[in-house]
T-cell receptor, first 111, second 115 residues
C-alpha cells in the first residue's frame, strides 16, 4: 500500500485558496487518490477522488501530475466552516484491508 | 436514508467488561468497516467485511471480534475491555466500484471510555 505524507497543519485566511499537497512516491498503477474531510466529533466525509490530471467538483479540485507521485487538494475561497482535518488516501481498487488514514492535515481558517 | 448509524453514541466500561457496538446502514452496501481513532491520530482499521457472513482482520484487530449476520449490520465486540481500547470508534460502509477505490460513508462515531 502506498504510504502518504502530508503537512501536519496549515493556517489560512478566509477567502483565500488553500492547497494541500500529499506525497505518495510508491503509488501503484491501479491506485486512485482519495481525499476525505473530518470535522471534530464527526466521521470523515468523502471530498474528491482522482486517478490522473485534474478533477473538479462543487467542493474542491484535485491536481495530479503525470508521474502521480503527489497530488494537491485545492479548496477555493475557504471559509471558517472549512476548518477540519484533511486526509489523503491512496489505495488498491478492491479490499482496503490495510487502508490507513494517517494523521492528515489540520487546516485552520482564520477570520 | 439514514445512511450509517451507530449505537451507542457514548459508553463507559470498567476494565474486563464486555460490550457490543452496532453499526447499521440502509444503503445496501456490500462492504462495511470498523475503525478506531485515538486523540490526535488518524483512523486505523480494526476489521472489515466484504459481504454478509464474511469478515476479515484489519490493521489492529487484537481484542476485538466482529460479525456480519445481516448485510445491513456490522457488530463490533469487545470481550474483555482494556483501558487501551478507550477511543472513538467509527463504522463505515461502501459499495464495490469496479477498477477504483470505493468511497466510504462514515457513521457519527461511538465514544468509548474504559476505566
Amino acid at each position: 500500500l502506498a504510504k502518504t505524507t502530508q503537512p501536519i497543519s496549515m493556517d489560512s485566511y478566509e477567502g483565500q485558496e488553500v492547497n494541500i499537497t500529499c506525497s505518495h512516491n510508491n503509488i501503484a498503477t491501479n491506485d486512485y487518490i482519495t481525499w476525505y474531510q473530518q470535522f471534530p466529533s464527526q466521521g470523515p466525509r468523502f471530498i474528491i477522488q482522482g486517478y490522473k490530471t485534474k478533477v473538479t467538483n462543487e467542493v474542491a479540485s484535485l491536481f495530479i501530475p503525470a508521474d502521480r507521485k503527489s497530488s494537491t487538494l485545492s479548496l477555493p475561497r475557504v471559509s471558517l466552516s472549512d476548518t477540519a482535518v484533511y486526509y489523503c488516501l491512496v489505495g488498491v481498487p478492491f479490499g482496503n484491508e490495510k487502508l490507513t488514514f494517517g494523521t492528515g492535515t489540520r487546516l485552520t481558517i482564520i477570520p | 436514508n439514514a445512511g450509517v448509524t451507530q449505537t451507542p453514541k457514548f459508553r463507559v466500561l470498567k476494565t474486563g467488561q464486555s460490550m457490543t457496538l452496532l453499526c447499521a446502514q440502509d444503503m445496501n452496501h456490500e462492504y462495511m468497516y470498523w475503525y478506531r481513532q485515538d486523540p490526535g491520530m488518524g483512523l486505523r482499521l480494526i476489521h472489515y467485511s466484504v459481504g454478509e457472513g464474511t469478515t476479515a482482520k484489519g490493521e489492529v484487530p487484537d481484542g476485538y471480534n466482529v460479525s456480519r449476520l445481516k448485510k445491513q449490520n456490522f457488530l463490533l465486540g469487545l470481550e474483555s475491555a482494556a483501558p487501551s481500547q478507550t477511543s472513538v470508534y467509527f463504522c463505515a460502509s461502501s459499495y464495490p466500484t469496479s477498477g477504483r477505490t470505493e468511497t466510504q460513508y462514515f457513521g457519527p462515531g461511538t465514544r468509548l471510555l474504559v476505566l
